[in-house]
């Protein structure tokens, strides 16, 4: 395991025992056990905590098992569970609905069966297990996301081979609130389809976006597409976008003037490998703009949502840029951030993480303004085992550790709309399955005390006293380390004074005056002489 520094353990406690009206915090926290987690949905419940969904290979009564954490509005565990059969489940997307139940989706294999069905599962609002359906038809069939619908049923998007044109369809699955079907689809062609993630309009009717695959001289290529239906999943139209090598669309959302707004990534146009992609289209799936962003090797974005001020947030991971990719280069992946705007255009990218990888999935707003970011880490985990990591950021898409401020290439992406003909089709089947649920107590730490190749860092951490403080301030220094300087910026990342400890630095402390300082929390820089840094948080009341 990477050095911790028990230390500041007492620290960090204080800090998220404060609590100013109005503030916003931000941490990365590590989620599981000895073996391997993905984190995938992670979004704020009613309660003001948040929920996170995933899949575990820790804990469970099969070879992987659904996973449901939940914790407050600072991180902290406040229950766990896991959901499965004896073999293989895997909860790939969660909602909380209207009445603050949970749903999660996925596949499951039951028991000595070689193929998987679609999964959904309810639990209440602590996790307890209500029912479990299943949707298949004896091949291979799975659900990557969900929706709740106005009238309070649920609208699954998956992948079916069971029924359709092609070898692998589109399933669109439409129940009540009870997970009884309403109806089901499936669409594809003769080649590869896959729906990705789905969104309701404000006429009732559904638009879908995922990919289409198809072998070319003994090659894969891909193409991303938009389909809309009505209200019945009755196909309305359908487009396939791309250009000549591959393209997906991951995720989808309606913009409050009704044009269509997806993410996803693309290789035939940008600025590397792989770049990730935007495209805005109107209500009938015509391109306004597509536009791509990263760098010289590979980078995919997994989620986009859209913000109360109409701008955008997407998240995955990139290859390209911070500070893995930096020191390891194509051994290392980072989590990504970025904010456009409702042109694309890049207001601001984050990225997180170290040396090894890091990927994010989804991501989502929270009622402070800031932002939450699932996904894995092997970073600070066991050898051969990886880590969900929760990322809580503020409005900028600062945490206070692990982090780069990175500037992705911005391109264009000339992509047009190409109608496809799509074949409707009907025919899963539902039925009932009893899971298996366990709460457990899985870890909960804080990645900021993890010792980080970023940061150089190999011993004993710096300490800073009294925190909260009033007045004046401490910080003890590792020992044998020159200090070069200490700088005070604010949680968004505005510097605020520099503090010059060059003469403090042989003893192994320096201390200043914070007395000018307003109430709230802030962070301390500190730049030691052989280009280390750390970052604290001090609350000043």
């Excluded at 198809?214 to 991303?224: E, K, S, T």
């Excluded at 780069?404 to 109608?419: E, K, N, Q, Y």
């Excluded at 400890?501 to 005056?513: L, P």
């Amino acid at each position: 395991m990477p050095n911790r520094y028990s230390h500041l353990i007492i620290f960090y406690s204080l800090i998220f025992c404060y609590h100013a009206s109005n503030a916003q915090y931000s941490f990365q926290r590590l989620i599981g056990g000895v073996s391997q987690e993905r984190g995938q949905a992670l979004f704020q419940t009613s309660d003001g905590g948040y929920l996170y969904d995933g899949a575990t290979l820790s804990y469970g009564a099969g070879s992987a098992d659904c996973f449901f954490v939940k914790t407050d509005s600072l991180g902290n565990l406040v229950w766990s569970a896991v959901y499965g059969t004896s073999s293989y489940d895997n909860a790939e997307y969660a909602i909380q609905a209207y009445d603050n139940s949970i749903l999660g989706v996925g596949r499951t294999f039951f028991p000595g069966n070689t193929t998987s069905d679609a999964l959904l599962f309810k639990t209440d609002s602590v996790g307890h297990l209500l029912w479990g359906k299943t949707y298949g038809s004896g091949n291979n069939e799975g659900i990557p996301f969900m929706i709740e619908t106005r009238d309070h049923g649920y609208a699954l998007i998956g992948a079916t081979q069971s029924i359709g044109a092609g070898s692998e369809d589109i399933l669109f699955i439409r129940t009540d609130e009870n997970g009884d079907t309403l109806f089901t689809r499936a669409y594809g062609t003769a080649e590869s389809e896959v729906g990705l993630s789905i969104a309701e309009d404000a006429q009732g009717g559904f638009v879908i976006c995922g990919k289409q695959t198809l072998i070319i001289g003994g090659l894969p290529y891909a193409d991303g597409f938009i389909l809309k239906t009505d209200a019945s999943g009755d196909l309305v139209w359908s487009n396939l976008y791309g250009d000549s090598l591959w393209e997906e669309l991951q995720s989808i959302q309606i913009a409050s003037s009704g044009d269509i707004v997806t993410g996803g990534s693309i290789t035939s146009f940008g600025a590397g490998k792989y770049d990730i992609l935007a495209m805005r289209t109107d209500s009938l799936g015509a391109v306004r703009w597509g536009k791509t962003y990263g760098g010289a090797e590979i980078d995919a974005s997994y989620g986009i949502i859209q913000n109360a001020d109409s701008t955008y947030t997407l998240s995955g991971y990139t290859n390209s840029l911070g500070y893995g990719h930096e020191n390891r280069g194509d051994d290392s992946t980072n989590i990504f951030l970025m904010k456009i705007n409702s042109l694309g255009d890049t207001i601001w990218t984050r990225t997180y993480g170290d040396g090894l990888q890091d990927e994010a999935y989804r991501n989502n707003p929270t009622a402070d303004g800031g932002y939450l970011v699932s996904g894995f880490t092997t970073n600070y985990a066991f050898q051969d085992s990886a880590q969900m990591i929760l990322i809580k950021t503020d409005s900028l898409g600062f945490t206070g550790c692990h982090e780069f401020t990175s500037h992705p290439i911005l391109g264009d992406a000339p992509l047009v709309a190409r109608p496809v003909s799509f074949v409707q089709s009907s025919g899963i089947s539902p039925g009932n399955i009893n899971l298996i649920q366990l709460f457990v107590n899985t870890d909960n730490e804080d990645a900021c005390l993890y010792t980080s190749n970023q940061q150089l860092r190999t011993s004993s951490r710096s300490f800073l006293f009294p925190n909260p403080s009033e007045e004046r301030v401490s910080i003890q220094f590792p020992a044998q380390e020159r200090v070069k300087k200490c700088e005070i910026s604010d949680l968004q990342g505005r510097e605020i004074q520099v503090l010059g400890v060059d003469e403090n630095a042989d003893s192994g402390s320096a201390t200043f005056s914070v007395a000018s300082l307003v109430s709230g929390v802030y962070l301390i820089r500190i730049n030691f002489e052989n280009g280390a840094t750390e970052v604290l948080k001090m609350i000043k009341r």
